[in-house]
C-alpha cells in the first residue's frame, strides 16, 4: 500500500522558519504530481504548493514568495521550505500524491490526488 510521511512541523513564533518534508513509499511512481495542502480547524483543506514530475511548481497566492515547494530528483519525495510564518499559516499540513498526470491548473485542488499522509501540525504564534 502506498503511504505517505510527513515530517517537520512545530511551533515557531511569527516571522520564523520551517521546513516539512514527505516521503512516499509502497509504489514505483510517482509520474504524477505531489503537493502540500492544509487545513485549519473549521476551514477546509486547501492547497498550498504542488510540483509535477517536470518540475513545475504552483503556489497559493497566500504563500507565493514565502515557501519553496522541491522534489528530490527520482525519489517519490517533497520538502516545503516556509519562510516569513505568520499566525495565518497555523494549520494541519498533509502531504498529497497522484499518480497520473494533472493539469497544472488542477494541481491544488484536493480532488485529484489519490494518496494522502496523516499530516503533521504548524503552528505560528504572534
Known amino acids: 500500500a502506498v503511504q505517505l510521511a510527513e515530517s517537520g512541523g512545530g511551533s515557531v513564533r511569527s516571522g520564523g522558519s520551517l521546513r516539512l518534508s514527505c516521503v512516499g513509499s509502497?509504489?514505483?511512481?510517482?509520474?504524477?504530481?505531489m503537493g502540500w495542502f492544509r487545513q485549519a480547524p473549521g476551514q477546509e483543506r486547501e492547497g498550498v504548493a504542488a510540483?509535477?514530475?517536470?518540475?513545475?511548481?504552483t503556489y497559493a497566492d497566500a504563500v507565493n514568495g514565502r515557501f519553496t515547494i522541491s522534489r528530490d530528483k527520482g525519489k517519490n519525495t517533497i520538502h516545503l521550505q516556509m519562510n516569513s510564518l505568520k499566525p495565518e499559516d497555523t494549520a494541519m499540513y498533509y502531504c498529497a500524491a497522484e499518480a497520473r498526470t494533472v493539469w497544472w491548473w488542477l494541481l491544488l485542488h484536493t480532488r485529484e490526488y489519490n494518496y494522502w499522509g496523516q499530516g503533521t501540525q504548524v503552528t505560528v504564534s504572534s
Open positions: 509502497g509504489a514505483q511512481w510517482i509520474s504524477g504530481c
Open positions: 510540483i509535477d514530475n517536470d518540475g513545475f511548481t
